[in-house]
């Protein structure tokens, strides 16, 4: 692969994208994407902690790490109060990502559905926001002359496939694939209409697909049951992406390198884990009147001036210390911080699961995975059963474990590794790459196009290995 600038560059995302059905021991029949591969580089993408869409796509293209831009989950606190956590939109990103650095170097950009870039922001080019966007009511488009234009084209602009956890299979099925649908046709218009250096897109139903349909795809998941009528949806789904892919590339040109990432990979789900009633059970969480059926952590009577730590929820957990002179009604003292904080991992470490098996639960503190810690992070992030296992924020559960997650229907975890795939279109491809982590992806977008990275990246540019 050569090492000098490349004329444009196409960058197709692809949420929770499993490298083990495009190039693993599972994979599907994928022409398009697999022919990228063998005549390029391509390999496993280690994710940030937490591997989860918001921060990973914002770490991706900033090259920092979710502890810099001072982000840690869809939801995060916005102050110290016990109110609840705020959605985590562009506003909160502060730092350049790739398609602002080549605003300043007179590139043009085309920006299509990247998650954190609502409420958009001016850019030298086009940009479409992501799947936080409330609704096609706001303006979600720069300029804000795009947003007609689109929809003269598509009629509507989608931007998530709405109530991903829901039993109806057969309804979510039909929106997953048309998002996916509207999401290439507004690639194609934009790629035909608008003149552009840098061009990214990313694809949001293959995530919602692996939330929705696991248990019906893998014959190892404990729920599975074999003849279902959605047991090929992956496989079809995946081959239906890949030829949209390949019609993106086919309109990009010869002259066009391309990649294909993903924010992070998938797994099964198999269960939660309800931290909070754990909290509570050992003493660390103390609660008025525990509620006699499964109910929202906000919506208790929480004791604060008797509570140690309390967690929120999720595809991992967030453990918060109450912390003496941070807190409004903090009780940990200082000088205990450490003590208790560590206590509490080495407890977290140590559960075991119903079975009476080590759970494997993983627990890190953000200080040890990030170079700097900016905003209001957890003190601990703990990921269930190294991430086999939903965090359960809810209370009033009769066990600590549950089969069914308590935000709705979801069958996958998020996995820390996903999908890279580059090809430069001009050469033989230099085989598999090992150690590519998404820190590295905007360095080396930078360099192939003729950008020097700024030096505070925290990756550095693939093609110094190749």
Known sequence: MGKGRVQRVLVIGLDCAAPQFIFGAERFDLPHMQALAANGCWGLLRSCDPPITVPAWATMMTSKDPGTLGCYGFRNRADYSYREMVTADASIIREPRVWDILSRHGLKSVVLGVPQTYPP????????????????????????????????????????????????????????????????????????????????????????????????????????????????????????????????????????????????????????????????????????????????????????????????????????????????????????????????????????????????????QPKQVYRTVNGIAPDLLVYAGDLSLRAIGTLGHRSLFTQENDTGPDDANHDLHGVFILNERRGAGAGPLVEVNILDVAPTLLEMLGVEAPGDFQGSALRDRL
């Not at 014959?219 to 993106?248: K, T």
Request: one cysteine or more; proline letters at 7%.
């Open 121 to 364: 922001k001016p850019v030298n080019g086009w940009l479409v926001s992501g799947f936080e966007t409330p609704g096609s009511s706001v303006e979600y488009t720069y300029p804000k002359s795009l947003k007609p234009e689109l929809e003269s084209t598509l009629g509507e602009c989608l931007f998530d496939v709405e109530g991903f956890r829901t039993n109806d299979k057969a309804g979510l099925l039909a929106r997953i694939h048309a998002l996916m649908e509207n999401r290439f046709a507004a690639a194609r218009h934009l790629m035909k209409t608008k003149p552009w250096d840098f061009f990214m897109m990313v694809e949001m139903g293959m995530d919602r697909m692996h939330h929705g349909f696991w248990r019906f795809c893998d014959p190892e998941h404990p729920a599975y049951a074999p003849g279902n009528p959605f047991e090929h949806v992956f496989r079809e789904y995946y081959r239906a992406v890949d030829e949209r892919i390949g019609e993106l590339i086919s309109l990009a040109g010869n002259d066009t390198a391309v990649m294909i990432v993903s924010d992070h990979g998938a797994r099964p789900m198999l269960g939660g884990f309800c931290i909070n009633q754990w909290l509570a059970e050992t003493g660390y969480l103390r609660i008025d009147a525990m509620p006699t059926a499964p109910t929202r952590f906000e919506d208790c009577a929480i004791d604060w001036d008797k509570t140690t730590a309390w967690s929120a929820g999720g595809y991992y957990a967030r453990v918060f210390l109450n912390l003496a002179g941070r807190e409004p009604q903090g009780v940990v003292p200082p000088e205990d911080y450490e003590r208790v904080r560590d206590e509490l991992a080495v407890r977290l470490e140590s559960l075991t699961g119903p079975d009476g098996n080590p759970m494997g639960n993983r627990v890190l």
